[in-house]
């Protein structure tokens, strides 16, 4: 036992790791004992066993398994971090527990699974189990299924989910065990438990003998309803009041409503499979059904009806199907049909539930009308039919059709009808049955129960029954007012019996029900307790569109029982409150008045009312007012008051005081009697007439306002308004209107009547008098607030001067919200008046719409304009949609019933003509805004295509597509699109378009919403796939709509949603989603109403986040604060910022000063490389907005958290300006000091103050550019370059303040521009400039395009970017700007331009309008400037970089210099190092400009300097011209050495640097596409794609590999490559210029693309891969077709050689030889056969028939047969006079081949030509020569190889002295120049030798060198040089072609070959650099193309005049890179005279 004390003093968990099994059971008992004793959930020893638990209960041995098993059940109990752990573990028990034969094990093993359920981990358990029914071992089966059970009836079907159990149940009960069976019975009988009957139809199919079984065991299943009796963590509240329950005695009633909630009612519809049926309809269908014969009709409808009866059919496109029943239904003679087809439509629609709702309004009218059939079986089927269809929509949307036929003739349609409708809504509840639709229904039935026929009366009471039953009395009764006795109580009495399908209640109960859901709480139950957490739930859930459902989501106010807000609650919205309670009163006699008033006025008073003398008369009011204030209500009566007070004089009152005293004693009555209609009618009449009196018009109104609070606004601004217009005062009329504008804001717009409003408006805007003419006006802005932009539609005719003032008054009046009404409230309902209102207000607008005057265009739709949209020829589809559009502008507002329109449009948004699509988006934005909000019915048929088109490639047709969506939105909103599957179906495709234009339009307006249908959770799975969509905008678009998605279904349902991802994929996504958590917005609150009294009203409705206002206002303020500088106020409430904000922070003060010591920037290291990873791997926000929202705010803080000091962030980031300042101050201060921390934090510190400039404050702007300035002078001190991501995400910021208004600001920031040329390359700062004059700022324009002049005057034309050409149209177009100053600018910046270049501009600027042409020449005349070189003045201006480049180098070449080393720091800076790598370190470099300044002042003793003989060097310098400058990548016309530019340009072309690389193709591509200069390629062809394919290559090899790489970054790079390339290879005479070996390799690298996978997984793989292919057709037709023919052959015989090679390879080969095979008769006279037959012989000799037998397909053996057929067919005998180059004809078969192919045509032809004949003779001779042959090419090889080739030589002279006339030259022919020299300098050489003429002395360095350069490489591979693994063979002329831009690079000339001296001679030159052999050559040559880059632009710009004086070969040693010669000796000529 000596090894136990070892574990026993291990610590537990390495103890359960240990390899003892003792030592383990030891640990898990330690385990569960510690398990047992942590109190705190979050402790942080529970992670450090989330590793293990998976192997405590997989543990190996029994007994340890077992205890490991109960430590991990305590674990999983107490652990807060155990649901990470689900997965694992659960499989983990599924297979290695349940199969244990201990049932101790297996028990544990189950509450494991149960414990983990009620961690709210069901989903992860239940997928383990089901995976482990699966599984082969019986015994884990039965423990699964036995699990599943005990989960079920312990936690419900609500946590369960039972529809992927139920599907698996039938597999179980045809098992072989007979346990397994078993268990599932059990687990069926439980399932029954919970969901009865909907179990039945999933298990229709099993065994009879089982389901009887079953049957009987499910009969005695007690009908109690069963409840959870065990929950979730989330349901502590419910298991609370379980177990109250459970302690009372469980009473079986207890709260019976709830009892009903627990239970969910499972449909069975959801647990069946859906089945497709469309492909299933028999393939005649379409013809039959439309058959002569009655009984083929039927045979159709019976196999359709066959496939209804599927109980769930999958989702498609019925429209066709339906469509067809319809017209059966409507127009068959035969009514069995007519029930048959019913019959049909009733099953599609149950099949397809709401998804057959896009069809209802189609079939629902034919079938109403369809009803008068009279036979019974008919109208059941059609009843039937219609009532299968109604439950799959709403009766919103029927609600226009079912009344249109309500007023038939026919008495049974009209019967039929109201029965329907009664069934109709016994399926609604109050809240799907508002009062907008009762009211149309209601009063169509009225007219029914007046109808003569009996039948249809009882219908209309049945119909009205219901609804009273439904919808509650207080909803109905207004309606029924008019209604007799007798007939209201048949309608009671019919209300009673009715049954509705949501159980018996009243409308109380139901109501409550629809609350639950809104509420998103379990239920609480409604009491004076309950009360605000339930209203908090309500508002945080956002209420619903319509308030009924608020409401019942809200107990009423006073805590009274549910019910009462039932009855309060349903119908009363807004107005019906007070009317059940208005006070009726008859009219009184003038008699009764008086007795009334003497009771309780006193009597002196009436009797003085009329007195002559006014005094008395006031005398009287003053009592009178008296008397009124001091009676109750109750006693006061009002209408003998008021007529009093109208007795004579009454109204005609003429002293202003007692009429002043009379209105305002009117308004007293009004406010404290109860003060009817009637007695308001006694007096409106005569406030009205003073209504416009100066003195009393005031009093008048206030009297006027108290009858309305009593009597309700509607009714007395009605009668008010009609008073007015009734007489002609213009100053009545206009205060009048004024009043009512004043009313409507105090009494809110609920329930007035727009309509007569809306008449008088109009008499009053015709009026004559313009007071009154304002007042309406005014009136109307007022309304707007109400009813908003419909209301304008009234107007449309007015005159334009009104309609403008209209427009004026409603344009003042956008973005201001209703106010909040102040009265009218006091007498409305306790029932949630608030809602109420709310809900009107609602309202309002669409009743508004409703008046519109609508036309009906239903007839216009006819059938032939239908089939004309439908026509083949799209011209005539383009005149039918020109017909609707035309029906639509005449029409203007028109009703929904447009027929079959929808249809036909739908059809064209998926038309192949892309403008007739885009025409018919814009007809349905026009039909939206004509159809108003009833194009809701025709969302699913119309709205969701045109969101199809969304995904359309074309831009402006997607834009147009989103317009219509929008407009569609406008009308309908957003919940019907969000209903049902379409939306999610739609993001379901893969298409990047859709997706990402339908994900911006939901974050665009989900955050509208204050609630969704619970549909959307359907897109969330679609939402995930696009999060890692492969196109970037796509995830994009998912990340940004990503906050908006959970603010609507809360982070558990989405986090939940991630389940059925990948593992991979789900981390990610569960990643994003926290992050979205943090910034998602807050549902936008109810308006205004209830929020804006927390805050003291002062903010508007918007800002307030509902229920979380205190809790967490930084999360809440996302949405609500777009300023930067209010949201970044942290936690502080707006209330609170002002006062504790200062208070909090002076506290910490005293602290803080000694914190700030330290450094404010803290290096870290490789921080800033880490940040930039970061945010190209899209991993945080890339730095670019157009105002900064929150996110990135925050983004910064967190990045600047670790590199910052603490106390300067808080400064930086405070919501008040000072500290910014501050902020600012500090930094200035420490910006010498921290040099090194300031760059290592430059990126955020820029970002940083891009954030300033969004600031309005003008001292922090100061302040900022200011600190820039300094900024950037330290960096230029410090030479340091920005990268490219710093630039990117500052200049374009720092662009935008160039336009402020402020001229010091602008003259700052155009200083720090200038800076910043020192530190970003200026042709870089250029596109950024040039991107700031689109500016919509004229000042921002005409400033950018002032710093483009300054640009190109300081820097030369190498500055415009992309091109100068594009640059300077881009400058040109400015020319025409409307802003003056921007015209001069523009202007000017071309003059400048002209000053740097001459003429040329007007080439590089393009076509002019006229009139800019002509002030572009009036102004160059008027500078009258002369180019001159680069202007110094402005070069002395701008600081200049002393950086390998001398500033004094003569100030002609200030610009270029500059420019050269801008372009230096760009290629330096394409690795992205922050600094840049000088050439010579700093401390060895020669300061020469100090050395110049210094005239002496020190006296040094100068050594004497060596005189060396540099004289001959430097002699013919030439000055050079102005015009030439800088050399530069553009081709313009003023390089005078074109040749030099494009060997530089190409040699960049093969750059390991992408953008380098594509730099220089666009350069190519541009010279290419202009035939002016495209011939300066000439000569340059083999070189140019020999860089091109050796990219390929390293794309290939190193960066398709290469993971950090962005793939983007690759397809521009293949995409310029393939670009330039086809341009190529469009022009015939370069083309031509490709060379055999050059073409094989590339046609080897493009073929090698065509095959990279790698590449079809990138986004645009296909595009690149297509373009390959375009560009391999091109290839093989331009070029020089012996050529490519020849190249094919070669690489065909390569790729069947190589092992390596695919035979796909091959196969592409082959093809491209077939296509030549086609070319060949139109180009057989262009081709040099001898030497194709030359190849196909090399090819035959290597594959001989035999070989090519074998190989796997024919297609080689074919294709050369073809190739050689198709040769003799068109040259005929001929052919074997092509076989000069052949020198052993017997090697290959080819000459027999050939001669057997003659033989044969000319057999078929039946003569044998003599030709032929004389061929056979020839054979014969030339078979003697084989063996002379055989030798000469033996001795070649020998000397084509490394090895032997002096061995060769030496053979070869042997051979000639022997055979002098043997002929050599056939081998030499074929070979290249360099080759063919090499032979006879080798020969002559050996003679030189052999004669003994003396040796060549080896100093002359021939033989030396000749071994190492000229080793020729006729068979040397290229594999050893560039990767090449086809051993092929290339022709000396490749490397000839890469030797000549080595050459280049090193200066040495460049003729063309011909005229170039012989080789020998260029090698006997000392000068020549050493190159070693060609092999190194070539290895070398990517690097050198580098170095010699750098060389190149450190070259003098003279360089080019110079080579003949021999500079350039001095250059060519590499020792003197970078040594400027000719500067160098300048200053050492001035250094010498200073010092003498």
């Avoid at 065909?1692 to 092992?1699: G, H, K, N, P, V």
């Avoid at 003697?1824 to 030496?1850: C, M, P, Q, W, Y």
Wanted: aromatic share 6%.
């Amino acid at each position: 036992m000596g090894d136990d004390s070892e574990w026993m003093k291990l610590p537990i968990d390495q103890k359960c790791e240990h390899k003892l099994w003792k030592a383990r059971l030891n640990g898990y008992e330690e385990a569960l004992k510690l398990f047992q004793k942590i109190d705190d959930e979050k402790s942080p020893e529970w992670s450090k066993y989330l590793g293990l638990i998976k192997k405590f209960v997989t543990d190996s041995n029994a007994v340890a398994q077992l205890k490991g098993l109960e430590a991990a059940l305590a674990y999983v109990e107490n652990a807060h971090v155990a649901g990470k752990t689900t997965g694992e573990v659960a499989s983990g028990v599924v297979n290695k527990v349940f199969n244990q034969p201990k049932a101790r094990a297996k028990e544990l093993g189950l509450d494991i699974c149960l414990m983990y359920i009620e961690i709210e981990k069901g989903e992860v358990i239940q997928e383990e189990l089901l995976k482990g029914l699966d599984n082969k071992n019986p015994k884990i089966i039965v423990a699964c299924i036995e699990t599943l059970r005990k989960a079920l009836s312990e936690f419900g079907s609500k946590i369960i989910s039972l529809k992927p159990i139920i599907k698996v149940l039938p597999k179980l009960f045809e098992s072989r065990e007979k346990a397994v069976r078993d268990e599932a019975k059990l687990l069926a009988v439980e399932i029954y438990r919970w969901i009865r009957d909907a179990l039945r139809p999933p298990l229709q199919n099993i065994n009879s003998v089982q389901l009887k079984e079953l049957e009987e065991e499910w009969i005695k299943v007690s009908s109690a309803v069963p409840r959870q009796t065990r929950f979730l963590r989330s349901q502590q509240e419910l298991k609370a009041k379980f177990e109250q329950q459970q302690a009372v005695g469980g009473d079986a009633d207890g709260g019976g409503d709830d009892e009903e909630e627990t239970v969910p009612q499972v449909d069975a519809y959801e647990l069946l499979e859906a089945v497709e049926i469309l492909s299933k309809l028999p393939k005649d269908f379409y013809e039959k059904i439309e058959a002569k014969k009655w009984q083929e009709r039927k045979e159709a409808l019976e196999a359709v009806e066959l496939l209804v009866k599927n109980p769930k059919l999958e989702s498609g496109d019925y429209a066709d199907l339906v469509k067809v029943l319809k017209k059966v239904v409507g127009k068959d003679t035969n009514v069995m049909l007519v029930a048959l087809a019913a019959k049909c439509l009733a099953g599609l629609a149950t099949g397809l539930r709401k998804k057959f709702g896009q069809y209802a309004g189609h079939v629902v009218p034919t079938i109403l009308e369809k009803f008068k059939e009279k036979k019974p079986q008919v109208v059941q089927a059609l009843q039937e039919a219609i009532d299968a269809i109604f439950l799959t929509t709403t009766l919103q949307n029927l609600s226009e059709d079912i009344l249109a036929v309500m007023d038939n003739k026919n008495p049974t349609i009209k019967q039929q009808t109201s029965l329907f409708i009664a069934r109709s809504f016994r399926h609604c509840t109050p809240s799907t049955l508002p009062k907008s639709l009762l009211k149309p229904f209601c009063a169509a039935l009225l007219k029914h129960i007046n109808d003569s026929a009996p039948e249809v009366r009882d219908a209309g009471f049945e119909a009205l029954g219901t609804a009273l039953k439904v919808a509650g009395e207080k909803a109905v009764n207004p309606f029924l007012a008019d209604v007799d006795k007798l007939k209201l109580d048949r309608i009671k009495e019919c209300a009673e019996k009715v049954e509705l399908v949501y159980g018996k209640k009243t409308g109380g109960a139901a109501e409550k029900r629809e609350g639950k859901p809104v509420a998103g709480k379990t239920a609480a139950l409604p009491g004076p307790g309950a009360d605000k957490e339930t209203k908090d739930a309500a508002t945080k859930a956002g209420p619903l569109k319509k308030a009924s459902a608020v409401k019942s989501g809200v107990p009423p106010k006073k805590g009274k029982p549910a019910t009462a807000a039932g009855a309060g609650g349903a119908g009363a919205k807004g107005k019906k409150g007070p009317e059940t309670k208005e006070i009726f009163e008859s009219e009184l006699s003038m008699e009764v008045c008086e007795e009334k008033a003497a009771a309780v006025l006193p009597a002196s008073c009436i009797q003085q009312l009329d007195s002559g003398n006014w005094k008395e008369r006031l005398a009287c009011m003053e009592e009178f007012q008296k008397a009124v204030e001091l009676m109750e209500r109750s006693e006061m009566p009002c209408q003998a008051l008021v007529r009093m007070l109208a007795k004579k004089p009454g109204w005609k009152e003429t002293n202003f005081q007692v009429m002043q005293m009379k209105l305002h004693i009117v308004a007293l009555i009004a406010q404290k009697g109860n003060f009817s209609k009637t007695s308001a009618q006694v007096v409106l009449d005569g406030l009205v007439d003073k209504v416009g009196d100066v003195k009393c018009g005031s009093n008048a109104k206030e009297a006027m306002t108290a009858i309305a609070e009593a009597c309700q606004l509607p009714w007395t601004a009605e009668q008010v308004v009609a008073t007015a217009f009734s007489q002609k005062n213009p100053k009545n009329q206009s205060e009048t209107l004024n009043w009512l504008s004043n009313a409507i804001k105090e009494f809110g717009f609920s329930g007035l009547n727009v309509k007569a409003f809306i008449s008088n408006v109009k008499t009053a805007l015709a009026a004559t008098n313009p007071a009154v003419r304002t007042s309406a006006i005014t009136l109307l802005g007022v309304m707007y607030l109400y009813v908003g932009p419909p209301l304008r539609m009234f107007f449309e005719d007015e005159k334009p001067a009104l309609l403008s003032q209209i427009d004026a008054e409603f344009e003042k009046m956008q973005g201001q919200t209703a106010p909040t009404p102040t009265r009218g409230i006091s007498r409305h309902s306790a029932g949630g008046g608030d809602d109420a209102e709310e809900e009107e207000q609602e309202e309002v607008g669409n009743d508004v719409v409703d008046l519109l005057p609508r036309t009906d265009i239903g007839d216009k739709i006819t059938a032939e304009l239908v089939s004309k949209i439908g026509d083949k020829n799209w011209k005539i589809r383009k005149e039918g949609l020109d017909e609707v559009t035309s029906i639509l502008n005449e029409a203007k507002f028109i009703h929904p019933n447009i027929g079959e329109l929808p249809a036909a449009l739908k059809n064209r948004l998926n038309d192949s003509n892309k403008i007739l699509v885009q025409q018919t988006l814009s007809i349905l934005q026009q039909l939206a805004t004509a159809m108003g909000p009833n194009i809701k019915q025709h969302v699913k048929n119309l709205g969701i295509p045109v969101i199809t088109v969304l995904g359309d490639s074309k831009n402006n047709v997607r834009a147009a597509a989103l317009a219509t969506v929008n407009a569609w939105a406008e009308q309908t909103g957003m919940k019907e699109w969000l209903e049902g599957e379409d939306l999610s179906e739609e993001l379901k495709k893969e298409n990047p378009f859709l997706r990402q234009e339908l994900l911006g339009w939901l974050a665009e307006k989900l955050p509208t919403l204050r609630s969704v249908p619970s549909d959307l959770l359907l897109c969330v799975p679609h939402l995930y796939s696009c999060l890692e969509d492969r196109n970037g905008d796509v995830r994009k678009k998912a990340q940004d709509a990503l906050p908006f998605f959970m603010m609507h279904l809360g982070f558990e349902k989405m986090a939940k949603a991630t389940g059925k991802l990948k593992p991979t994929s789900k981390d990610q996504v569960l990643a994003m989603l926290e992050k979205a958590k943090a910034n998602m917005p807050a549902k936008p609150a109810p308006p205004a109403k209830s929020s804006s009294r927390v805050v003291g009203g002062t903010a508007p409705a918007k800002f307030q986040p509902g229920s979380a206002f205190a809790d967490d206002l930084g999360s809440n303020t996302m949405e609500s604060k777009p300023d930067p500088k209010k949201a970044k106020a942290g936690g502080l409430s707006s209330k609170t910022k002002g006062v504790q904000g200062k208070k909090v922070l002076s506290k910490p003060n005293l602290k803080e000063d000694d914190d700030k010591s330290g450094p404010i920037f803290i290096i870290v290291p490789n921080g800033k490389e880490q940040r930039m990873k970061e945010e190209k791997g899209l991993k945080v926000l890339k730095w670019n907005f157009t105002t900064p929202r929150d996110e990135y705010i925050e983004q910064l803080k967190t990045q600047m958290s670790t590199c910052v000091a603490k106390w300067l962030q808080d400064e930086m980031f405070h919501a008040d300006f000072q500290h910014h300042n501050k902020a600012l101050a500090v930094m200035i201060e420490h910006l010498e000091s921290e040099k090194d921390g300031v760059i290592s934090c430059l990126d955020l510190i820029l970002k940083w103050l891009t954030l300033r400039f969004f600031d309005t404050n003008t001292s922090v702007l100061m302040k900022t550019l200011e600190y820039l300035k300094l900024l950037f002078n330290m960096l230029s001190q410090e030479e340091y370059h920005l990268t490219e991501n710093e630039a990117s995400s500052f200049i374009p910021y720092l662009i935008l303040k160039v336009g402020e208004p402020k001229d010091v600001i602008r003259k700052d920031v155009r200083a720090i521009l200038n800076r910043m040329c020192l530190i970003y390359p200026a042709s870089k700062m250029f596109p950024f400039i040039m991107e700031g004059t689109k500016s919509k700022n004229s000042k921002q324009r005409a400033e950018c395009l002032e710093e483009l002049g300054c640009l190109v005057e300081s820097y030369g034309m190498n500055v415009c970017q992309p091109t100068p050409g594009k640059a300077l149209k881009e400058m040109a177009t400015h020319i025409g700007d409307r802003d003056n100053t921007v015209r001069n600018a523009a202007l000017n910046t071309i003059v400048t331009v002209y000053n740097v270049h001459g003429d040329q501009v007007f080439k590089l600027i393009g076509n002019l309008s006229e009139k800019d042409m002509s002030m572009l020449e009036e102004r160059i005349k008027r500078s009258a400037k002369r180019p001159s070189a680069a202007p110094v003045r402005q070069a002395e201006e701008k600081p200049q970089r002393t950086q390998n480049i001398s500033a004094n180098a003569g100030m002609m070449r200030k610009g270029p210099a500059e420019d050269m080393s801008s372009k230096l720091n760009q290629n330096r800076n394409m690795g992205s190092h922050s600094e840049t790598t000088h050439t010579v370190p700093r401390e060895f470099q020669l300061d020469l400009d100090e050395i110049e300044n210094d005239n002496g002042t020190v006296r040094c003793e100068m050594p004497a300097l060596v005189q060396h003989k540099l004289d001959d060097i430097f002699e013919p310098v030439l000055i050079p011209e102005p015009k030439i400058r800088a050399v530069s990548p553009h081709f313009d016309d003023m390089h005078s050495n074109t040749a030099s530019t494009i060997n530089f340009v190409i040699s960049q072309v093969a750059s390991g640097d992408i953008n380098t690389s594509i730099q220089a193709l666009t350069q190519i591509d541009e010279v290419l596409k202009q035939e002016d200069k495209a011939e300066a390629m000439s000569g340059h062809i083999d070189q140019f794609l020999i860089a091109t394919f050796m990219q390929l290559r390293l794309i290939y090899n190193t960066h398709m590999a290469d993971e950090k790489l962005d793939k983007d970054e690759i397809v521009r790079l293949y995409s310029c490559i393939i670009g330039s390339m086809i341009t190529l290879f469009q022009i015939e005479s370069l083309a031509r210029e490709a060379s055999t070996g050059v073409l094989k390799d590339l046609m080897h690298g493009l073929i090698t693309l065509m095959l990279d996978s790698r590449v079809e997984d990138l986004e645009e793989g296909e595009q690149v891969i297509r373009s390959v292919n375009l560009l391999v057709v091109k290839v093989l037709e331009k070029s020089d077709q012996t050529n490519i023919l020849s190249a094919l052959l070669v690489l065909l015989q390569d790729s069947l050689l190589a092992t390596a090679s695919s035979p796909k390879f091959s196969e592409l080969v082959m093809k491209c030889l077939w296509r030549m095979v086609r070319l060949l008769p139109e180009t057989i006279n262009s081709i040099n056969l001898d030497r194709i037959l030359l190849d196909i012989h090399i090819f035959m000799k290597v594959f001989p028939k035999e070989k090519l037998k074998q190989c796997k397909s024919d297609f080689p053996i074919r294709t050369l047969k073809t190739l050689l057929h198709t040769l003799c067919k068109l040259k005929g005998p001929k052919i074997l006079d092509h076989l000069t180059m052949i020198d052993n004809k017997n090697e290959s078969e080819l000459e027999a081949h050939l001669c057997r192919v003659m033989k044969h045509s000319m057999d078929q032809s039946g003569k044998a030509d003599k030709d032929t004949e004389k061929g056979a003779s020839r054979i014969e001779e030339k078979a003697s020569k084989a063996k002379v042959n055989d030798i000469l090419a033996e001795i070649f090889k020998k000397i084509g190889s490394k090895e032997n080739t002096k061995e060769g030589l030496a053979e070869l002279y042997e051979y000639k002295k022997k055979y002098s006339d043997a002929d050599i030259e056939p081998f030499l022919k074929n070979s290249s120049q360099f080759f063919q020299s090499y032979v006879e300098r080798g020969l002559r050489l050996i003679e030189t030798e052999r004669e003994g003429k003396g040796r060549i002395a080896p100093s002359t360095g021939i033989s030396s060198q000749m071994e190492g350069t000229c080793v020729p490489v006729s068979t040397h591979t290229v594999s050893s040089s560039i990767g090449n693994t086809n051993g092929e063979e290339v022709g000396p002329s490749v490397y000839l072609e890469r030797l000549k831009i080595l050459r280049q690079r090193c200066g040495l000339d460049n003729a063309k070959q011909e005229d170039r001296p012989p080789l020998t001679s260029l090698l006997s030159k000392p000068t020549l650099p050493t190159v070693a052999s060609s092999t190194d050559m070539l290895h070398s040559k990517l690097s050198q193309l580098r170095e010699s880059r750098e060389q190149y632009q450190h070259l003098d710009l003279d360089c080019n005049q110079t080579h003949s004086s021999g500079i350039g070969t001095t250059l060519a040693s590499p020792s003197s890179a970078a040594a400027n010669i000719d500067d160098l000796k300048k200053r050492l000529e001035r250094i010498k005279s200073s010092r003498k």
